[in-house]
């Protein structure tokens, strides 16, 4: 006999156990063998070495289960535990990227968002460059997702430059953070959709997921991580180089912007044009251009990017 203590890690105790351990009862009965008690966010197995592992692999198709999903039914419990644990999950480069929260389906709705989502799957450096409202940054986060929940990353870097547009930042109230709260909140918003409440502070407490302006990039090298650059059109190409550099082994970067919405001072050149104009013939790097015609907001922001597209 041998006893084993595993660490459930990522994921709420309560969403694969149960109420008072209401599911795990329901496994419990596939492995009548096994003597199982559930700690806080361990459970101990007893039992013969060669069915503790059996255990251990169904656990684990339990666990991806509930990061993909964000639920774990008994359905799913009686599913999974008569499905093959050599079985590879598939990836396609359908339209749902990733699950949200209440069973929402994450897509890529327009044909320009798919060739996102492909680009990013075939490439570690995307360039997503499109007016506002043709879902750039927020496919990008769902694709920063899918990633963590399939453990491709162990982590995800979301950050802005602080660029004042036509505000002044030093002016507003708070803090550096409450200040840039602002900048970032749209970074905030797409997360909000993906991942459960409780799941994403847990997350931003323990930095599985960090967003922090471009500043905070200075120095470091991002390994295992999935990057995103929101906002690029308002880097300087002293601040793209930097941050261009600091990618790391294993790590998936996106850098979005609006070449039309530029708010830096005249006298200085954009580093999304400039990363654009002289990246994109190398391998390994794509650049995806989204139009009005992608646009999935209010059909009024469609007209309105076509009437201003000169000015």
């Given at each position: ?126 360039f997503a460059v ?85 500043a905070f990039m ?80 209010h059909k009024l ?11």
């Amino acid at each position: 006999m041998q006893e084993k203590t595993i660490e459930i890690a990522g994921i709420s105790p309560v969403d694969l156990f149960g109420v008072n351990d209401q599911k795990l009862k329901l496994i419990k009965t596939y492995f009548p063998k096994l003597k199982l008690i559930s700690r806080g966010n361990t459970i101990k197995v007893i039992g013969e070495t060669e069915v503790i592992e059996q255990f251990e692999k169904k656990l684990d198709l339990l666990v991806a289960h509930i990061n993909k999903y964000n639920t774990l039914s008994e359905n799913h419990i009686e599913t999974l535990m008569l499905q093959s644990t050599e079985e590879i999950p598939y990836q396609s480069y359908g339209d749902t990227i990733v699950h949200g929260n209440g069973g929402n389906l994450i897509k890529a709705k327009t044909a320009n968002q798919r060739k996102l989502v492909k680009a990013s799957y075939e490439n570690d450096m995307v360039f997503a460059v499109g007016p506002a409202g043709t879902g750039k940054t927020y496919t990008s986060v769902a694709l920063a997702v899918r990633a963590l929940k399939n453990r491709e990353v162990k982590r995800i870097v979301l950050t802005r430059p602080a660029v004042e547009a036509g505000e002044n930042l030093g002016f507003l109230p708070g803090d550096l953070k409450e200040k840039l709260d602002p900048y970032l909140q749209p970074l905030f918003d797409g997360l909000r959709d993906m991942i459960p409440a409780e799941k994403l502070i847990e997350y931003l407490e323990h930095g599985v997921i960090e967003i922090a302006p471009l500043a905070f990039m200075r120095g470091r090298t991002l390994d295992k991580a999935f990057v995103i650059l929101d906002e690029a059109q308002n880097t300087t190409v002293n601040q793209m180089k930097m941050f261009l550099t600091r990618m790391g082994r294993n790590a998936k970067f996106i850098i979005t912007g609006d070449h039309t919405q530029i708010d830096l001072p005249r006298n200085q050149k954009s580093g999304l044009i400039m990363a654009v104009n002289k990246l994109s013939d190398i391998e390994g790097i794509e650049v995806v251009e989204l139009s009005a015609n992608d646009v999935i907001r209010h059909k009024l922001v469609k007209k309105i990017i076509h009437a201003l597209k000169d000015d």
